[in-house]
């Protein structure tokens, strides 16, 4: 069964306009999650965490939210650049805290036009 | 600082043959994970080795077995290969429960 979901295969946006990739989650034992970026022919890249303990947690451009009544998490891109052209996933940790063993999910496919 | 690294990067085996990936993880990392990506999915979470001991396992059969080195490098040996074992096999090490730094991967290709 799959845990972790990114129901949304693509998704295309214009430039610095604002990304919104979304992720739903079933296991309510679930601490941490991650979102991880990867170019073709490169391994994911790690971006952002949040712990269950937050709503939300910002860097830079990118701000992940977490809803933990739902089982849902989203992470925004603001503003969106081309070079953010990628796949994404989101990622979460069973235990208490990130254990590294990470449960991802299928991945949504970003294109920013410029 | 060498980041994590794969060897090799492409790989072709028949069925039923035996197959072993590496991985040097980064500079200081003691923490080493194995995932395999199938096409158009997610990494699926094969299992971890934690100062050369294995820390947990994901639903894969004992045919997957892994090894971790005094150095932290690690492997991962398939055996009696099967042609849905063809996919992309990542290796990412952290330093304990910190972040984790994905290599490029290693793509398996089984006919």
């Known amino acids: 069964d799959q845990q972790v979901k990114q129901n949304s295969p693509s998704l295309s946006v214009q430039e610095g306009r604002i990304s919104i990739l979304n992720c739903d989650y079933t296991?309510?034992?679930?601490?941490?999650f991650l979102w991880y970026k990867k170019y073709p022919a490169e391994g994911p890249t790690f971006l952002i965490s949040?712990?269950?303990?937050?709503d939300k947690n910002e860097d830079g451009r990118f701000t992940v939210f977490l809803n933990k009544s739902a089982k849902h998490l989203s992470l925004h891109i603001v503003p969106s650049q081309p070079g953010d052209s990628a796949v994404y996933f989101c990622a979460a940790t069973p235990g208490s805290g990130n254990t590294g063993k990470l449960i991802f999910g299928q991945g949504t496919t970003l294109q920013v036009k410029p | 600082e060498t980041g994590v690294t794969q060897s090799p990067t492409h790989l072709i085996k028949t069925r039923g043959q035996q197959v072993t990936l590496r991985c040097s993880s980064q500079?200081?990392?003691?923490?080493v994970s194995w995932y395999q990506q199938a096409l158009g999915q997610g990494p699926q979470f094969i299992f971890q080795y934690y100062r050369e001991e294995e820390n947990g396992r994901g639903n894969f059969p004992p045919r997957f077995s892994g090894l971790q080195f005094p150095n932290y490098s690690s492997e991962l040996n398939v055996n009696a290969l099967e042609l849905d074992d063809s996919a992309l096999y990542l290796c990412a090490s952290s330093l304990g429960r910190s972040i984790q730094y994905f290599g490029a991967g290693t793509r398996l290709s089984v006919l």
């Open positions: 949040i712990s269950s303990i937050k």
């Open positions: 296991n309510s034992m679930f601490d941490y």
């Open positions: 500079s200081g990392h003691n923490t």
